[in-house]
């Protein structure tokens, strides 16, 4: 399995756009990108998967640049409620189930 | 929407006591997936289950065993429960989707080992 690389943490204020970046040098070709989202004390939630270019859903949008070796979760306008644990999971379906190993995730602080 | 039911969702044991936890996936889930999360922990996999067969495995010690049923529900079976077992215990399950790996999340069950 691909090893990801996060920052450790980051900070916002309401209404900014946040970016978290995820390497994943190692990253094959049939592996996809997921992100999830976990509050204290709940489990992860999903949030957006991705392959190749960019991917957008209603809360969330993924950049997967040409070599697949990093990729970026992107947030619009973050409130408080954002703040949470970020997860880059790579991982394929392989015939028996996916691979979904987490790493260190990303904790992003939202203050006023 | 049905959501994954994890049970109990609190849990008291002593040391050298024995806990089961259960995990009701969402219906036609064919997946389960076991986690371990310590305080200000990363979740860490302990194991998987595709179509009642082990399909993965993690860091799971030796005294844990799981298994998936024919109803395709999960059960964790913890021995010896050692003090450093106190964590959160979470089930995600996900479809046979070949290109989906979303997975979805149970509340979890709290163990604490005292």
């Known amino acids: 399995l691909a090893k990801t690389t996060q920052p450790i943490s980051m900070d916002s204020y309401e209404g900014q756009e946040v970016n978290i970046t995820c390497s994943h040098n190692n990253i094959a070709t049939n592996d996809y990108i997921t992100w999830y989202q976990q509050f204290p004390s709940q489990g992860p939630r999903f949030i957006i998967q991705?392959?190749?270019t960019k991917v957008t859903n209603e809360v969330a949008s993924l950049f997967i640049p040409a070599d697949r070796k990093s990729s970026t979760l992107s947030l619009p306008r973050v409130s408080l409620s954002d703040t949470a644990v970020y997860y880059c999971?790579?991982?394929?379906?392989?015939?028996?189930?996916?691979?979904?190993?987490f790493g260190t995730g990303t904790q992003l602080k939202v203050e006023l | 929407a049905a959501g994954v039911i994890q049970s109990p969702r609190h849990l008291i044991k002593e040391k050298r006591e024995t806990a089961t936890l259960k995990c009701y996936p969402i219906?036609?889930?064919?997946?389960v997936y076991w986690y371990q999360q310590g305080p200000g922990q990363d979740p860490q996999f302990l194991i998987s289950f595709y179509e009642k067969m082990q399909s993965d495995k993690g860091s799971i010690p030796d005294r844990f065993s799981a298994q998936q049923f024919s109803d395709y529900h999960s059960e964790l079976n913890m021995s010896s429960l050692e003090l450093g077992d106190s964590a959160l215990y979470f089930c995600?399950?996900?479809?046979?989707?070949?290109?989906?790996?979303?997975?979805?999340f149970g509340q979890g069950t709290r163990l604490t080992v005292v």
């Open positions: 991705g392959y190749k």
């Open positions: 995600a399950s996900s479809s046979p989707d070949a290109r989906n790996t979303e997975a979805f």
């Open positions: 219906p036609r889930h064919d997946t």
């Open positions: 999971l790579v991982g394929r379906f392989t015939g028996g189930g996916n691979k979904l190993t």
